[in-house]
């Protein structure tokens, strides 16, 4: 059995404000999950949600369903 660790990266759309969140989306097919986490706290919790809950999450983000920040 092979373990896959996590890559995680941030959007090239990030600037450097420190709003930021890193995924890691190469687990998402082998272990059905896109593991989310703060960028600026990269050993503190993570968030595991599935991969269609992410989409959505990002279909809404795109459509502007949650606002300016």
Known sequence: MTTES??????SYSENGGQCI????NLAVSH??????????PHGPVLN???????????????GEFGAI
């Open 49 to 63: 949600t599935s991969p269609t809950a992410f989409a959505t999450f990002i279909e809404g983000v795109k459509a």
């Open 32 to 41: 059905d999950m896109v593991p989310v986490r703060d960028s600026k706290n």
């Open 22 to 25: 890193e995924v890691a989306a």
């Open 6 to 11: 996590p890559r995680w990266f941030k959007s």
